[in-house]
């Protein structure tokens, strides 16, 4: 069968999603079926994979599934104890005192204590840290879910104290002594050395990048879920929104090059988040109390924004809650998440120690496991078991927490329990007897056979439809690291900024994965609006993957073709494109503002 053919048979399953999820709106628990069923169908059928085989994948996509329920449930049960004890009430307060501006408000919360619990954790836990606690500030779930699938790009690629390079890049290249022949040929005996550079490499993308991020965030919630209904709204904060991007990527590139890539995004979004809060209580770049932007009222609100979980202000019985006492879940959380990752400490080892592993499933090499103990869901618990008594809460208020709980995470359990199988068939769809390589990379390389030099541009994108798949950047660069070193030789460019252009384009493919979307979603009740999440996320998607390929682009082919090549044409475009939208925006808001004062 011919490399054209065998993509795009390996695109169906994607094609599927496509379809099902984002074009005809279905529900992730209706359309992921059947996307698992044309997977499956494949591996059996074309790619020839043994019946038992696709069954051991389907089994480990169903335990990973399981742990992401119990992530889920956890994140669900600290919100719902929080809103109990009265917690809640005192945060959403301590947010008012620095602005009502909910434009600034999600920049704080989204962009820079999710950049923070991303290098501390990873695996979709900002989504479960963030996202409820932007519905407990007064947010809309949707708009909420939305914005913290947004921020899932920059710092994603240094996230879980920097699994994606130092796990996925590393076990994905070190499987080629070619690759290690030719990091010693350039003066990188030292692996760890040599991931380094490829780290710099990929936070240098992220910054240039990151740098709209916020501004994509703010400008989509007012576009979406604004009064208005317009881009203008959020523009509006531009400035504020560009200080906040600098005050934590100039961080995480300098920590990038100083000390590896366990810290960038964990000491980018913490430095940010002291920056930011204290130039937002001096004033500093904020809007005009006359200009201070919220949603309509929410009894105006189109009925699919909320979800199932409900905040109440429930007060503290105790009378006024400390905003230290308040915040108190939230910061054992992150310190936690940080003891917890960090290799020179005990803690880690003791953690992971407890392994529950099911070995060769079915008589296959497929082996599924997880350590419970170790799983950012236990921690969720041990702080809401830790709250109960900080907050000394009433039993029964407690007791609801759990109830609430619970039931929201079985609601959200239909999607998960066929959308991560699939992946699993997908991802494990290599040996059967057809000879074929699995399906990401047949399509990858169907890919690579038409762009040809221009594979630079293109290589963000596979990496990001390897996350979109598999739900991990640390699993798309497994997957395509290699795949992506070996293209750059044959396109004679350096090797490693195609690995760099995978790990950003891994990043920003978690903005449009659909099981990080249906956590992201069940944490706050919302189930079966997913696609609507992922149409509005394809636009940062597409910008951040496209210009990181067009700079990838310029910069690998500078020393033969200049500096004008049609990498460094397409990054100055899209630059313009963001002046000219955010001029000719401020310059109708100004117009608009001068007639309502002549009125």
Avoid at 170 to 199: E, H, P, R
Avoid at 213 to 222: A, E, K, Q, R
Avoid at 287 to 312: A, L, M, T
Wanted: with cysteine.
């Amino acid at each position: 069968m011919g490399i054209g053919m065998l993509s795009f048979l390996s695109l169906l399953p994607i094609i599927a999603v496509g379809l099902f999820l984002v074009v005809l709106r279905w529900p992730a628990s209706r359309a992921m079926p059947i996307s698992y069923i044309v997977a499956a169908a494949l591996a059996l059928v074309v790619w020839k994979v043994p019946l038992a085989q696709v069954a051991a994948a389907s089994v480990n996509g169903l335990v990973v599934a399981a742990t992401l329920l119990y992530i889920i449930f956890g994140a669900i049960l600290l919100l719902n104890t929080l809103q109990e004890s009265g917690g809640l009430r005192t945060i959403r307060q301590g947010f008012i005192d620095i602005t009502p501006d909910r434009r600034i408000q999600v920049i704080i919360v989204a962009w820079l204590f999710g950049s923070f619990i991303e290098g501390a954790s990873g695996f979709g836990t900002p989504a479960a840290v963030a996202v409820p606690l932007l519905v407990g500030l007064g947010f809309p779930a949707i708009a909420a879910v939305m914005a913290g699938m947004v921020i899932q790009s920059t710092p994603v690629s240094f996230g879980a104290v920097g699994t994606p390079i130092v796990v996925g890049v590393s076990n994905g290249l070190s499987v080629g002594d070619s690759v290690k022949q030719y990091a010693a040929s350039i003066g990188y005996s030292d692996w760890s050395q040599f991931l380094m550079m490829v780290g710099t490499k990929v936070a240098l993308l992220h910054t240039i990048a990151g740098t709209l991020v916020p501004l994509f965030v703010v400008g989509l919630m007012t576009k979406f879920y604004g009064k208005n209904k317009t881009f203008r709204e959020g523009l509006k904060v531009w400035k504020f929104a560009l200080f906040a991007a600098f005050s934590m990527t100039i961080p995480y590139l300098l920590v990038a090059n100083l000390l590896g890539p366990e810290f960038p995004s964990m000491t980018g979004g913490l430095l940010g988040l002291a920056i930011v809060i204290s130039a937002a209580k001096r004033g500093f770049l904020m809007p005009k109390k006359e200009d201070y932007w919220d949603f309509d009222k929410k009894e105006n609100w189109d009925s699919e924004w909320s979800g199932k979980i409900v905040i109440q202000d429930v007060a503290s019985k105790h009378g006024g809650m400390s905003i230290v006492k308040a915040w108190a879940p939230y910061v054992l959380v992150g310190l936690f998440l940080v003891l917890t990752r960090l290799k020179t400490l005990p803690l880690m080892g003791m953690l992971q120690a407890w392994n529950v592993k099911i070995s060769n499933i079915f008589g296959t090499d497929i082996t599924a496991s997880f350590q419970p103990l170790y799983l950012p869901g236990t921690i969720f618990i041990a702080v809401s078991l830790i709250t109960y008594f900080l907050h000394q809460m009433d039993g029964n208020r407690y007791k609801q927490a759990w109830k609430n709980s619970l039931k929201t995470t079985v609601a959200a359990s239909t999607a998960l329990v066929f959308t991560v199988p699939m992946v699993q068939v997908f991802i494990s769809s290599g040996g059967g007897a057809a000879g074929f390589e699995t399906m990401p990379i047949a399509l990858a390389e169907g890919v690579a056979a038409l762009a040809g030099s221009a594979w630079p541009i293109f290589a963000p994108f596979i990496g990001g439809i390897g996350a979109f798949v598999a739900g991990s950047n640390t699993v798309s660069n497994m997957m395509f690291a290699l795949f992506q070193f070996g293209v750059g030789e044959r396109i004679a460019v350096d090797p490693t900024w195609v690995v760099a252009l995978q790990a950003v384009g891994g990043a920003a493919g978690n903005m449009i994965c659909v099981h990080n979307v249906v956590a992201a979603s069940a944490v706050v009740g919302l189930v079966g609006k997913e696609g609507f999440v992922i149409r509005q996320t394809l636009l940062p998607f597409t910008y951040y993957a496209l210009l990181a390929g067009a700079i990838g682009y310029s910069i690998v082919w500078y020393s033969q073709k200049g500096l004008f090549n049609i990498g460094t044409i397409i990054a100055f475009a899209i630059a313009l494109a963001a002046v000219y939208i955010i001029s000719t925006n401020l310059q109708r808001l100004n117009a608009i503002q001068s007639k309502k004062i002549a009125s």
